[in-house]
Antibody
Framework: QVQLVQSGAEVKKPGASVKVSCKASGYTFTRNNIHWVRQAPGQGVEWMGIISPGGGWASHAQKLQGRVSMTRDTTTTTVYMELTSLRSEDTAVYYC???????????WGQGTMVTVSS | QSALTQPPSVSGSPGQSVTISCTGTSSDIGSYNHVSWYQQPPGTAPKLMIYEVNNRPSGVPDRFSGSKSGNTASLTISGLQAEDEADYYCSSYTSSATWVFGGGTKLTVL
């Protein structure tokens, strides 16, 4: 079945970096873009960015400018999101989600909890 | 890009109908039909319920429907059931080639 499986929880210190992976299976990896979305504890969801597994291009929310990068590995059908210069406000559950080609997110990963604490 | 505006909470009794609004601007909801809705029970990932304003993915009950007028989109749930209790989020594509979510609405089934 179509699924996205993410890497496990992380605990990082302020100023460090974190890299979260999202492995896709059950469909043609290069056909659908992948989004990254995060949700701080008790808060709403926030769009972070998008990557095209087929073309390799990526785009992200302006507020994350200079701190986020999204990459993909077509041989392992995995996309990655790296966030640098972590601060406490980055503590959140990070989700990858497949773009259904109708500008919506139809398949979601299980989420990865990233905790930033000294 | 500011978040879309949703009411923090709505409630209804089983069998009733509720509507959740989602207000944006002429740069997002007002310019595109790329509006989607998500249901998120506690501790789970969001689930797509509506895409392109008023389309349901396979498996979503027809009790869920969407609409749009101007800069405001709406999700209506008819014949409320206890299992509908969850947080609901709207999302829209924007003229900046980004996506934006609403702040979320907690639905309580009384």
């Amino acid at each position: 079945q179509v699924q996205l499986v993410q890497s496990g929880a992380e605990v990082k210190k302020p100023g460090a970096s974190v890299k979260v992976s999202c492995k896709a299976s059950g469909y043609t990896f290069t056909r659908n873009n992948i989004h990254w979305v995060r949700q701080a504890p008790g808060q709403g969801v926030e769009w972070m960015g998008i990557i095209s597994p087929g073309g390799g291009w990526a785009s992200h929310a302006q507020k994350l400018q200079g701190r986020v990068s999204m990459t993909r590995d077509t041989t392992t059908t995995t996309v990655y999101m790296e966030l640098t210069s972590l601060r406490s406000e980055d503590t959140a559950v990070y989700y990858c989600a497949r773009d259904d080609t109708n500008w919506a997110f139809d398949i979601w990963g299980q989420g990865t909890m990233v905790t930033v604490s000294s | 890009q500011s978040a879309l505006t949703q009411p923090p909470s709505v409630s209804g009794s089983p069998g009733q109908s509720v509507t959740i609004s989602c207000t944006g601007t002429s740069s997002d909801i007002g310019s595109y039909n790329h509006v989607s809705w998500y249901q998120q029970p506690p501790g789970t990932a969001p689930k797509l319920m509506i895409y392109e304003v008023n389309n349901r993915p396979s498996g979503v009950p027809d009790r869920f429907s969407g609409s749009k007028s101007g800069n405001t989109a709406s999700l209506t749930i008819s014949g409320l059931q206890a299992e509908d209790e969850a947080d609901y989020y709207c999302s829209s594509y924007t003229s900046s080639a980004t996506w934006v979510f609403g702040g979320g609405t907690k639905l309580t089934v009384l």
